[in-house]
């Protein structure tokens, strides 16, 4: 198979984004550089990208969404409430979410039968950060916002560090944008909690850098290739 159509079958790119890539020699086949036209055998070769080994694009799948606050994010609940579940369209197969958000909590939210991947996103060894938007009521002083990034202890642990930006704000509310590497129970709104300020919303717009893009509330879509790969790299 040629070298572009290799590329993009592993869903490095679209095929004329991949000859450039070939083009500014960022492609190996077998450790040496790749040039424009060549071909590869995909079940000897091993292709790799700034470094990166790149495989064929397996059977599983991939889909983000756009969760409503209102359902939660378990296969069944045993309060009878709705799950995100109910939301996938038919003919998806048995995926399931990647890591939770609250009931009350909108936003990005990624499904998979990829369990490797699933494990890699979730897992707080690496360090996957997390984009939330939140809403607070009143405003935030300096201190407040100096705690929150350095770090708050909940049950007796410190949260990691984190990035803690004012967006905007009047006399009535705040919005922040936080963004965070782990996934406690809660952890934004006990964040808040703790130096005195509650979340009256919550969305997550990012993981990495993958946003959920003109996705309207309650909708969801297939990942493409390019973002497959791109939270296969993180
Ligand atoms: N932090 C929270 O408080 N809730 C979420 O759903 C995610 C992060």
């Known amino acids: 198979m040629r070298i572009n159509k290799y590329l993009a079958a592993c869903g ?27 071909e590869v ?21 991939y889909y983000i969404m756009n969760k409503p606050k209102g359902y939660v994010c378990t296969v069944r609940d045993d309060r009878d409430r709705k799950t995100v579940m109910q939301l996938l369209p038919e003919g998806v197969g048995r995926v399931y979410p990647v890591g939770r958000l609250d009931y009350d909590t909108e936003g990005l939210l990624l499904f998979t039968d990829d369990g490797d991947l699933a494990f890699r996103i979730t897992h707080p060894r690496n360090e996957i950060t997390k984009t939330y938007l939140a809403k607070i009521e009143g405003t935030i002083g300096e201190k407040e916002l100096a705690r929150l990034r350095g770090g708050v202890e909940l049950d007796g642990k410190r949260t990691g560090k984190s ?13 922040l944008h936080v963004t965070v590497k782990e996934g406690r129970y809660h952890l934004v709104r006990r964040m808040f909690e703790a130096v005195g300020k509650e979340v009256t919303f919550l969305k997550r717009i990012k993981i990495g850098e993958l946003t959920l893009g003109s996705l ?6 297939r990942l493409r290739a390019d973002e497959v790969f791109y939270l296969k790299n993180l």
């Open 41 to 61: 055998n995909e079940r000897k070769d091993k292709v790799a990208v700034d470094g990166v080994p790149v495989v064929m694009q397996t059977e599983h799948e």
């Open 216 to 221: 309207e509330r309650g909708k969801v879509r």
């Open 12 to 38: 490095v790119a679209s095929r004329r984004a991949c000859d450039k890539l070939v083009a500014d020699g960022k492609v190996t086949i077998n450790g040496k550089c790749a040039e424009l036209g060549a």
């Open 163 to 175: 990035i803690v930006k004012v967006i905007e704000t009047d006399k009535t509310y705040t919005r």
